[in-house]
Each structure stands twice: as C-alpha cells, then as structure tokens.
T-cell receptor, first 114, second 110 residues
Framework: KAGVTQTPRYLIKTRGQQVTLSCSPI?????VSWYQQTPGQGLQFLFE???????NKGNFPGRFSGRQFSNSRSEMNVSTLELGDSALYLC?????????????FGSGTRLTVV | GEDVEQSLFLSVREGDSSVINCTYT??????LYWYKQEPGAGLQLLTY?????DMKQDQRLTVLLNKKDKHLSLRIADTQTGDSAIYFC??????????FGAGTRLFVKA
C-alpha cells in the first residue's frame, strides 16, 4: 500500500511570499498531522485534522493554516514567509481512532526561505 | 506543560547493546513511541507501548516503561552500523497531539 506522499519535496521561496504544501495520507487513514522540524527546535506540532475538522493546533502564528479535504488529503499554507520558516515540514497520517498506534510519516517538504 | 526530554548523543560499538533513555512530564499519557529518522527521510515508527504496560519486546528492540518516574527506554540488542540514526521518543498526550523529544543521535562504531 502506498505511503504518505508529500509534495513538493523541495521549495525555495522569497520572504513575504506564501506557500502551499500538500499531503496525501495512507489510504483509509483519516487523521493527518503536520510538524515543523528544525535543528534548533526539533519537531514542533502544527495541527491535526480528522474528517475535515481541525482537532488540535500548536503554538504557531496565524500565518500558518491548514485544511483537510473529504478524501483526507491535506494542505498547509504559510503566508508572508519569514526566514525563520525555513524548515522540513512533515506530514503524518494515522487511523485517527482512539487507540493511536502511531504515525506514518511522509518524507517531508524542505522549505527554504531566502 | 507537556515535555519530552532525551539525551542528544550515544555512541556504541557494533555488536553491543544500545540503551536510549527518555523522560516525559504528561501524567495523562496513553501511548508512548519510539521513532527512527535516517538522513533525508521522514520518521519511521519503530514500536509503541501502552501506558499500562511495563515492557514490550519486538525482535531486537525492548521498551521499558516506568510510569511512576515517567521514564521510557529503548534497548537495541546487537547494534549494527545500519542502526545509526536519530531516535525520537514521543508521547501521545490524548489531545490528538503527539509531542516529540529532541532526538538521540546514535553512532555505531564498527
């Protein structure tokens, strides 16, 4: 079965621009979570979606937003990019049931802001 | 607030056992996990343990959980050079969120 697919793999953007990242979860998984990974801060939780509803959100500014579609695919958007947004953005899917048996991660989108 | 802490580096010789330790603060943890990340890749789930268990064994991996001390460990038996990676401890806090430690970089010397 296909894994979690994130597109694009690499992205270079200029300060002030906006960016949209995409994630297709494993077939049948209804929960999608997003994380930002940087050398200094490690993995920071952005948000979690289940059946098109955001169930939890991390401590990020409003420039970071996301959504989930009826087919469970998810997108996250970052507006007015700052240099500090340069990071690896990881998407993870799970069944979303009460018993959370762990995530399956995608390979990530590496965003560089110049 | 919720936090997960782990040491940053561990170096072992090939064939030895590796033990990676982690502490967490959340009292309502339900599941705890170990993930592995190799260069240029996402995280791979290695194993998980439910909070009412003390130990779980899965081939070369042994997870020990001391709920009283909020301490989790991962033991890798017969460590191989292919085990060199970053290992993350993670805590499902029950609020549809999993928090991760900073990761322990395991170096395996041949």
């Amino acid at each position: 079965k296909a894994g979690v697919t994130q597109t694009p793999r690499y992205l270079i953007k200029t300060r002030g621009q906006q960016v949209t990242l995409s994630c297709s979860p494993i077939s049948g998984h209804r929960s999608v979570s997003w994380y930002q990974q940087t050398p200094g801060q490690g993995l920071q939780f952005l948000f979690e979606y289940f059946s098109e509803t955001q169930r939890n959100k991390g401590n990020f500014p409003g420039r970071f937003s996301g959504r989930q579609f009826s087919n469970s695919r998810s997108e996250m958007n970052v507006s007015t990019l700052e240099l500090g947004d340069s990071a690896l953005y990881l998407c993870a899917s799970s069944s979303g049931d009460t018993g959370n048996y762990g995530y399956t991660f995608g390979s990530g989108t590496r965003l560089t802001v110049v | 607030g919720e936090d997960v802490e782990q040491s940053l580096f561990l170096s072992v010789r090939e064939g030895d056992s590796s033990v990676i330790n982690c502490t967490y603060t959340d009292s309502s943890s339900t599941y705890l996990y170990w993930y592995k990340q190799e260069p240029g890749a996402g995280l791979q789930l290695l194993t998980y343990i439910f909070s009412n268990m003390d130990m779980k064994q899965d081939q070369r991996l042994t997870v020990l959980l001391n709920k009283k001390d909020k301490h989790l460990s991962l033991r890798i038996a017969d460590t191989q050079t292919g085990d060199s990676a970053i290992y993350f401890c993670a805590d499902n806090t029950g609020g549809f969120k999993t928090i991760f430690g900073a990761g322990t970089r395991l170096f395996v010397k041949a």
